[in-house]
T-cell receptor
Framework: GAVVSQHPSRVICKSGTSVKIECRSL??????MFWYRQFPKKSLMLMAT?????????EQGVEKDKFLINHASLTLSTLTVTSAHPEDSSFYIC??????????FGPGTRLTVL | AQKITQTQPGMFVQEKEAVTLDCTYD???????LFWYKQPSSGEMIFLIY??????QNATEGRYSLNFQKARKSANLVISASQLGDSAMYFC?????????????FGTGTRLTVIP
């Protein structure tokens, strides 16, 4: 079945540094990828939608300059948290949608900013 | 082994009828939580309902109820009185352990189409 991977699975960084998270669709072409941030009380907040070759569409309240999203190919999207702060510590999940409009989720990345 | 299995890629239901979306899970952890999310075409994930492994009663939230059968490791979502706006992808998910730090494992989803 379709697989979406995320790398790294866990990352700890110092405040002020930047962290890049990769989301890959391993055996299908993902025309659209979504990035979510998971909050402790169950909810997943959609941060942005990225389509291959075009600029990401950010949800209201999500800082574009802080959360840089690049969808350079049909199998790779990256989320870069720039100048990370402790409040950015969270669980980030990507989802990739294939041509049949099926969605597959990555395993998530736990970011801890010290 | 898959942590979460949703065997129905697509489901159709007549408006105002009830529909059950299947979900089975696999874990050896006695503590876990089960979630259902709705994903419209916009991509946002809408939390619908939660069931903890130690909860004695099936969770209900408005028109949504979770048919929790622990021995069978199933957590089916029941939507009553379907509405056209219920047409969306539905994902079942599980978190092992009761701490918020653990990953969510998602199923592959079921696309529900409500027919007028």
């Amino acid at each position: 079945g379709a697989v979406v991977s995320q790398h790294p699975s866990r990352v700890i960084c110092k405040s002020g540094t930047s962290v890049k998270i990769e989301c890959r669709s391993l055996d299908f072409q993902a025309t659209t990828m979504f990035w979510y941030r998971q909050f402790p009380k169950k909810s997943l907040m959609l941060m942005a939608t990225s389509n291959e070759g075009s600029k990401a569409t950010y949800e209201q309240g999500v800082e574009k300059d802080k959360f840089l999203i690049n969808h350079a190919s049909l199998t790779l999207s990256t989320l870069t948290v720039t100048s990370a702060h402790p409040e950015d510590s969270s669980f980030y999940i990507c989802s990739a949608r294939d041509l049949a409009d099926s969605g597959f989720f990555g395993p998530g990345t736990r970011l801890t900013v010290l | 082994a898959q942590k979460i299995t949703q065997t129905q890629p697509g489901m159709f239901v007549q408006e105002k009828e009830a529909v059950t979306l299947d979900c089975t899970y696999d874990t050896s952890d006695p503590s876990y939580g089960l979630f259902w999310y709705k994903q419209p075409s916009s991509g946002e994930m809408i939390f619908l309902i939660y069931q903890g492994s130690y909860d004695q009663q099936n969770a209900t939230e408005g028109r949504y109820s979770l048919n929790f059968q622990k021995a069978r490791k199933s957590a089916n979502l029941v939507i009553s009185a379907s509405q056209l706006g219920d047409s969306a992808m539905y994902f079942c998910a599980m978190r092992e352990g009761l701490l918020g730090a653990n990953n969510l494992f998602f199923g592959t989803g079921t696309r529900l189409t409500v027919i007028p």
